[in-house]
């Protein structure tokens, strides 16, 4: 099961400020459930996988039920057909290994699940352009005192070429690895205890602001200079940085634009509230149910990119170091503990890491 963390929190807040949907009993008067769709298809060598649950009207619930039994599949303008299995794990629906969308081909979503039907829009996959260039730039905000975290920072620019197809929208993605020697922590009466790793560890980390674009008033023009992130100045150190340029569909736009218009988020659609949430692309065929999420179909253009954190800093200027505060468990005799993979962290060495 899926843990939506901070969803209860942001949806006070949205309560709070829009006052749009009453309560009874710590449960929402206007619906208790809606089916959740996590589905991106890409371009790239990866399993293709949808994940289906049903959200939680229950407030005191962070929970989101899985969809068991749920039939699922694309089809594409010629009518191929591609089945998405249940898999082991609870909600997910896994594509056949070698499945991959295909630049130029278009796909509808099909999913039946406790007796309702729904369909998604045409959605066609447009090709992505490279990107052309990549530079980073120490930037210093003096409106924050030394030892703040948002003093320093380093800004990171693209250029890319436009094509000259009109209706051309682009969103952009990156993630972090870090080595860490500190795989877990104990609290005792004496303070945090370290625990360290038994064997080579990453944390991971990705961008967690909405960072879109559309070509409507730039169609077919070289884009230079567009701000895509800011990274921390935490370390000297240089900051692995794997970018991700996609080309969106008008739907899907859409969607993270009106999510970026009510808030950034911070780090997955379900940390937004549900009013905010309804989907633009799925429809349900045979009821008035609305639907959460969305079918997202993009190819994908990547860049490793190492920013030099130590180049062209202002002397009087030093990193915000992360410091974990405790003593080793075991200074004796080694007792470490393995590096469990997950979202945020994996054992396996990243793609292009430099030592």
């Known amino acids: 099961m899926k843990t939506k963390v901070l969803f209860y929190f942001t949806f006070f807040s949205g309560l709070i400020a829009s006052c749009v949907t009453p309560f009874e009993d710590f449960k929402q008067v206007s619906a208790s459930e809606f089916l959740t769709v996590e589905a991106r298809l890409t371009d790239q060598n990866e399993q293709q996988n949808f994940t289906l649950t049903y959200s939680n ?22 009518n191929n057909k591609e089945i998405f299995t249940e898999a082991s794990d609870e909600g997910n629906y896994v594509a056949s290994p070698s499945f991959r969308g295909k630049i130029g081909s278009t796909y509808t979503l099909y999913i039946q699940a406790n007796g309702r039907k729904y369909t998604s829009s ?7 352009p490279n990107i052309e260039n990549l530079i980073s730039r120490y930037e210093l905000d003096d409106n924050y005192p030394k030892g703040s975290v948002y003093r320093g920072g380093f800004n990171v620019y693209l250029d890319f070429q436009d094509p000259s197809t009109t209706g051309d929208y682009y969103s952009w993605h990156w993630k972090h690895y870090e080595r860490v020697f500190i795989c877990d922590t104990e609290s005792t009466r004496d303070g945090e205890l370290l625990y360290d790793c038994s064997g ?15 070509d409507s008033y730039l169609n077919g023009k070289r884009i230079t200079g567009k701000q895509i992130a800011r990274v921390p100045f935490d370390s000297f150190s240089p900051y692995y940085f794997l970018l991700e340029q996609r080309a969106n569909t008008e739907s899907s736009y859409k969607y993270y634009q009106s999510l970026a218009s009510q808030t950034q988020s911070t780090g997955s659609l379900f940390d937004i509230p549900a009013e905010i949430r309804f989907n633009f692309n799925i429809k349900s065929t045979d009821t008035q149910a609305k639907v959460l999420g969305l079918f997202d179909v993009y190819s994908v253009k990547k860049k490793l990119f190492y920013i030099d954190r130590k180049s062209l800093i202002p002397k009087e200027e030093s990193p915000v170091l992360k410091v974990i505060p405790g003593k080793p468990a075991c200074p004796a005799f080694p007792c470490p503990r393995p590096c469990s993979e997950s979202r945020f962290r994996t054992p396996i060495k990243p793609e292009g890491w430099k030592e």
């Open 200 to 214: 080579d560890c990453w944390n991971i980390s990705y961008s967690s602001n909405l960072n879109l674009f559309s």
């Open 122 to 128: 045409p959605e066609k996959m447009r090709a992505v």
């Open 57 to 78: 009207g229950n407030i005191s619930n962070s929970f989101f039920k899985p969809v068991r039994g749920a039939e699922v599949y694309i089809l594409d303008e010629k």
